[in-house]
């Protein structure tokens, strides 16, 4: 899916305030895409433009701009998107062996004095499950198949059934480890959260961080496949416009969708007591997803984890070096 950076930015930039910045950090992200020498940084380009182009706000696509133009060359631009790549789609992306630990410092600075406001709220990290509340909330069903959970009420013997997963849109390991400011192994998840609120997203790390990540409004009830899909930025939710908790459902390959009771489909409730999925939360994710598959940062992180399980150790000859940077980036104190 990954695609080379449209030459034109849409016409909704135009209403921006900061279009004109914009504009010009677009036309330097074009020309290091055009530059790249290596896949790597090929990645690192597209991720920041496809961020300008797909970003979850208005304010994220300003932020990105405002970090590109005070890159003072290359190297700068390609460092912020491998920050973009390790503290916003890693967060996303559920990686099978390579998992950031929370120890990292990030190569951009701009958010440094919210990483440190951040810091300050208390996170217990005790898991909660929250999975029978949504169950009950979505009637025992997985949101996208309609299937319902084996091991639960159903209607009759021809019920379709699965085992479902309690699948959370913003993962619990983001706050991992995170707690007082003079605990270093709390930067990798005060960095996302840090990009979250320079995004424009000033709440959400409030709501979220220690016990708020287990609230109702950040898990959805989905199938085993659907839970993978959506766990590895291949299955996401678009909101329908006009249209109160209406979603498209929306797939890198349409075979994923087979399963699919009906698309766009609508979340509805029963008891109001029981919020539905964040609307907000899926945006964001949903923006992560497109930004992760056009630019090709899903396939790039999946090909090097594979590779880094493949050698088991690393080549003498320095072939192996960027695999070994990659597995080390988030432990790295600069």
């Given amino acids: 899916m990954a695609q080379p950076l449209p030459q034109d930015l849409p016409e909704?930039?135009?209403a921006s305030v900061k279009s004109l910045e914009i504009k010009l950090a677009y036309s330097k992200v074009l020309e290091i895409e055009q530059d790249a020498n290596s896949e790597q940084d090929l990645v690192r380009a597209r991720v920041i433009g496809y961020l300008i182009r797909e970003g979850p706000s208005m304010r994220a696509s300003e932020y990105v701009a405002e970090e590109v133009i005070s890159c003072e060359n290359r190297e700068q631009l390609y460092k912020i998107g491998e920050m973009f790549i390790h503290h916003f789609i890693r967060a996303f992306k559920r990686i099978r062996r390579y998992v950031p630990t929370p120890s990292c410092n990030s190569s951009c600075s701009s958010f440094e004095?919210?990483?440190?406001?951040i810091r300050d709220i208390p996170c217990k990290n005790l898991f909660r499950n929250a999975?029978?509340?949504?169950?009950?909330r979505d009637g025992n069903q997985c949101l996208v198949t309609g299937r319902y959970d084996f091991e639960k009420e159903y209607p009759n013997k021809r019920t379709r059934l699965t085992h479902t997963k309690c699948t959370y849109i913003f993962p619990p390991s983001i706050n991992m480890n995170i707690s007082g400011a003079n605990d270093n192994k709390c930067e990798y998840g005060t960095?996302?959260?840090a990009?979250?609120?320079c995004f424009g997203y000033e709440d959400i790390p409030k709501k979220l961080m220690g016990d708020g990540i287990h609230t109702l409004d950040n898990v959805m009830t989905l199938s085993l496949d659907m839970h993978a899909f959506f766990n590895s930025l291949f299955v996401w939710f678009e909101a329908v416009d006009g249209e109160e908790n209406m979603y498209n459902i929306v797939a890198v390959h349409p075979g994923c969708l087979h399963d699919c009771e009906a698309n766009p489909t609508t979340f509805t409730i029963q008891?109001?007591?029981y919020p539905l999925p964040n609307p907000e939360y899926l945006r964001i994710h949903a923006a992560c997803c497109r930004v992760a598959q056009l630019?090709?940062?899903t396939e790039y992180i999946e090909n090097t984890c594979n590779y880094l399980d493949d050698i088991g150790v690393m080549s003498q000859d320095g072939s192996s070096a960027h695999a070994l940077m990659f597995a080390l980036q988030p432990l790295a104190q600069k």
């Fill in 12 to 14: 909704i930039f135009n």
């Fill in 113 to 117: 004095p919210e990483k440190e406001q």
């Fill in 131 to 136: 999975k029978e509340t949504a169950l009950l």
């Fill in 191 to 193: 960095s996302f959260w």
């Fill in 195 to 197: 990009i979250m609120k």
């Fill in 271 to 273: 008891n109001p007591k």
């Fill in 295 to 297: 630019s090709g940062a």
